[in-house]
T-cell receptor, first 114, second 113 residues
Framework: DGGITQSPKYLFRKEGQNVTLSCEQN?????MYWYRQDPGQGLRLIYY???????QKGDIAEGYSVSREKKESFPLTVTSAQKNPTAFYLC?????????????FGPGTRLTVT | QKEVEQDPGPLSVPEGAIVSLNCTYS??????FMWYRQYSRKGPELLMY????GNKEDGRFTAQVDKSSKYISLFIRDSQPSDSATYLC?????????????FGQGTRLTINP
């Protein structure tokens, strides 16, 4: 089955610790995205990548970092510099091209930092 | 002011009712308009998309875009309990490469049997 996997589903960390969220896709998509979802705020773009070894900041990149060493993988690190890290994190991917590009979303990781 | 505004609800209607979900936006550059459905604790999935102004129908769902008013709608006819979910509008003006979507806040919809 083709799709996007995110692990773990739930993650708990202490304040001050960095944490890395996994995102893997087997859809052969070039573009990948990370969003954060908070209650009442919809989805906000953190980082996105159009091709391997290249990525761009989204609207709320501060306190986050990413890498794109393989086409299938786009891990997100939530650093201790992120002031409000508790949120639902969604990874997505799409083909690269023009026009409407359907983004396929993973099941998400709920991160709680205390 | 947010680029995309969507009434977060919650919206609760009886089974069989017609549901209207709406978004307004401020960026005139948006050309692509999408509706995503998100079930509880799941990732969103694309329901419908429309390019520029006009209507698009897919079964019980109709998407409308009025670019002159910067207003989009999703209508659900003969609503079913399985339609209970959060509906997110999304918009984009990008035409190349990765598509940067701007999402509304999402409207939580409950269809009561």
């Amino acid at each position: 089955d083709g799709g996007i996997t995110q692990s773990p589903k739930y993650l708990f960390r202490k304040e001050g610790q960095n944490v890395t969220l996994s995102c893997e896709q087997n859809l052969n998509h070039d573009a990948m995205y990370w969003y954060r979802q908070d209650p009442g705020q919809g989805l906000r773009l953190i980082y996105y990548s159009q091709i391997v070894n290249d990525f761009q900041k989204g609207d709320i990149a501060e306190g986050y970092s990413v890498s794109r060493e393989k086409k299938e993988s786009f891990p997100l690190t939530v650093t201790s510099a992120q002031k409000n890290p508790t949120a639902f994190y969604l990874c997505a991917s799409s083909i690269r091209g023009t026009g409407v590009l359907e983004q396929y979303f993973g099941p998400g990781t709920r991160l709680t930092v205390t | 002011q947010k680029e995309v505004e969507q009434d977060p609800g919650p919206l609760s209607v009886p089974e069989g009712a017609i549901v209207s979900l709406n978004c307004t936006y401020s960026n005139s550059a948006f050309q692509y308009f999408m509706w995503y459905r998100q079930y509880s604790r799941k990732g969103p999935e694309l329901l419908m998309y429309t390019y520029s102004s006009g209507n698009k129908e897919d079964g019980r769902f109709t998407a409308q875009v009025d670019k002159s008013s910067k207003y989009i709608s999703l209508f659900i006819r003969d609503s079913q309990p399985s339609d209970s979910a959060t509906y997110l509008c999304a918009m984009s003006g990008e035409t190349q490469g990765a598509q940067k979507l701007v999402f509304g806040q999402g409207t939580r919809l409950t269809i009561n049997p």
